[in-house]
């Protein structure tokens, strides 16, 4: 008998299921059991002293996170860093991508360097920059003073947020290269040989052969920028701690400071729920864009 | 004539503009090393120049007292390294799974790219109370479940698709002649996809070894790792610079060393499987 139920469990039909079992498991403990759990918090007065005995205090913590300024302050800040940011990053991902398509020697070195930046940990790379830009050691205002200008980029709050959005578009433009790099590699040779043929300049090639051509990947490599970019914590982190008051700060170092810091556990709570929902809504979409289309494609 | 002398140009503006380029993407990396090996004064005095080199600053940061660097680097080996490994142990069965049989159809991949594409502060914050619950905070069990399932989505993808790209045939015509499923799944699934299952484990080693808000959230000294260690260095030890540059240029190097070796494989990665490599 107890043979019989083993070898039915290897049947292809429960066997599947053994073998996402773990992973499931995973799942429910670290992620679902968790968000379930955050509904709970939401509607009770939690600190990290009081989260024996939580007093049940209805919606009033979304109350406070939807008529804070700081959490509208902080997601507007976030949305104008994420479209400055992403912008930047495509274009010159795709201007570098173009580029290492002609023959040039020592391509490969040159790339390998290129993409140096991905693998740092962005909250390193933010720190490389803190000591780079110091107004006394730093080699970037020292190279300024060379040619005669005299500049603090983490001195005022308009050149500190030029300057963050510059430093997560240099270390993040290797991936859009990356991505499209490998994507102009894939591509037949023969709609371009036609359109030489036809008496096209190289920029009619690019702008209505190539582009059309990896316009998939153009749009997977938006995606993940722009999800990416909605989550910066790090790098903001390390240099300015969201300040001076709160007005470098993303969403997620708001909540953070909200939950950590301040201890307001229950609001912090009704926040990241408030963001789980507008994420998904992005997420449904993004999920049919990539792989549904990707499917209908194919055949 | 004028053709040739334009496409020299040409040539010329293409060279000019790729090593600028590399050099501008190129830079904080290496200026960062160099300003490890310049001693202090010469750091103040001069930030531009290169007068003498040591390696004062790296015996300094690994054996300071009161500041453990190498704590931070052996905490971060043993739960990147930890999480790897249960990480494909939990992720492989269930890639050939969803690969093979679609097993959860939709739902579960959805859920899966989810995972990947939410903030996740989103979970930091009732895991937060839930972890003081279990008492996991601050010990490298805790920060290796993390970051299994948060890397999680990274490491199946790229299985699925090294999977998705062996010959079928292989494994039919094993259970024609008689090999159970799981046969098929160890003895020829299993090392077909090594190659699959190295660049999966170089990935979500980097994503484990890079991460630093879980660490910053769930560590208070004991399992705190080397992204956090160097970046309290930058407020306890606010003047020594080189030291600052020793703890990077130290926590930087396997990540990069790891980078060159998986090139052609980051595109799978860092696309979820949408685009191939």
Redesign the interface.
């Known amino acids: 008998m107890v043979t019989f139920l083993f070898s039915s469990l290897l049947e292809d039909r429960y066997l599947k299921w053994l073998l996402v079992l773990p992973l499931i498991i995973l799942l429910l403990v670290i992620t679902i059991f968790p968000t379930l759990y955050a509904y709970y918090m939401s509607v009770h007065r939690i600190t990290i002293e009081t989260f024996r005995s939580p007093v049940f205090i209805g919606l009033k913590n979304f109350l406070m996170v939807l008529l804070s300024g700081e959490f509208w302050y902080s997601l507007i800040f976030t949305i104008i860093f994420m479209i400055s940011a992403t912008s930047i990053e495509l274009a010159l991902g795709l201007a570098l991508a173009l580029l290492f398509r002609s023959n040039i020697r020592g391509k490969s070195i040159m790339i390998a360097l290129i993409l140096t930046p991905l693998a740092v940990a962005p909250a390193l790379y933010g720190l490389m920059f803190r000591l780079m830009l110091d107004p006394i050691t730093g080699v970037i205002p020292a190279m300024f003073k060379l040619i005669g200008v005299n500049i603090s980029p983490l001195s005022t709050l308009t050149s500190t947020v030029i300057s963050l959005i510059v430093i997560d578009a240099l270390q993040y433009t290797p991936f859009v290269f990356l991505i499209l790099f490998a994507a102009l590699h894939a591509l037949p040779l023969e709609p371009v040989e036609a359109a030489l043929v036809d008496g096209a300049s190289s920029w009619q090639i690019i702008r209505y052969v190539t582009l059309p051509l990896i316009k998939p990947a153009v749009i997977v490599a938006t995606i993940f920028r722009f999800m990416d970019s909605f989550k910066t914590f790090d790098t903001i982190y390390v240099i300015t701690g969201g300040g001076p008051g709160i007005s470098t700060s993303t969403v997620t170092i708001n909540v953070y400071k909200q939950t950590f810091l301040m201890g307001n556990f229950g609001t912090g709570a009704a926040a990241t729920l408030i963001l789980f929902y507008l994420s998904m809504m992005a997420i449904t979409v993004i999920y049919k864009v990539m792989y549904r289309k990707g499917e209908s494609s194919e055949r | 004539m004028r053709a040739l002398r334009g496409k020299f140009v040409k040539k010329l503006l293409?060279?000019l503009?790729?090593?600028t380029?590399?050099v501008?993407?190129?830079f904080?990396?290496a200026?960062?090393a160099l300003?490890s090996f310049k001693p202090y004064a010469s750091?103040?005095m001069n930030?531009?120049g290169v007068d003498r080199l040591t390696l004062s600053n790296y015996i300094e940061v690994l054996s300071a007292p009161g500041y453990s660097f190498t704590q931070y680097i052996v905490n971060s080996v043993i739960i990147s390294l930890g999480s790897t490994a249960l990480a494909l142990?939990?992720?492989f069965?269930?890639a050939?799974?969803?690969q093979?049989?679609k097993?959860?159809s939709t739902n579960?991949?959805?859920?899966i790219?989810?995972?990947r594409?939410?903030?996740?502060?989103?979970?930091?914050?009732?895991?937060?109370?839930?972890y003081?619950?279990w008492g996991l905070i601050d010990t490298h069990v805790g920060l290796i479940?993390?970051y299994?399932?948060f890397n999680?989505p990274l490491t199946?993808f790229v299985l699925m698709s090294f999977i998705g790209e062996l010959p079928l045939e292989l494994e039919e015509s094993a259970l024609v002649d008689g090999a159970?499923?799981?046969t098929v799944?160890t003895r020829i699934v299993f090392p077909l996809t090594l190659p699959g299952l190295v660049a999966a484990s170089i990935l979500h080693f980097?994503a484990c070894?890079?991460?630093?808000?879980f660490a910053l959230?769930f560590t208070l000294k004991n399992a705190q790792t080397v992204?956090?260690g160097?970046?309290l260095y930058?407020t306890a030890w606010q003047i020594k610079?080189g030291h600052?540059?020793a703890a990077?240029s130290l926590?930087?190097t396997p990540?990069?060393i790891?980078?060159?070796l998986v090139?052609r494989k980051?595109?799978i990665g860092?696309?979820m499987g949408?685009?191939?490599?």
């Open positions: 293409t060279y503009a790729a090593i380029a590399t501008i993407m190129f904080p990396v200026y960062i300003l750091i103040i930030p531009l142990a939990i992720a069965p269930a050939y799974s969803i093979r049989f097993t959860g579960l991949s959805f859920y790219l989810s995972l594409l939410l903030p996740p502060i989103i979970f930091a914050v009732p895991l937060y109370i839930l003081s619950m479940l993390l299994t399932t999680m199946i159970s499923r799981l799944l980097m070894w890079n991460e630093f808000l959230i992204t956090v160097a970046s930058i610079w600052i540059a990077i926590s930087v990540t990069i790891f980078i060159l090139q980051l595109v860092l696309t949408a685009l191939r490599g």
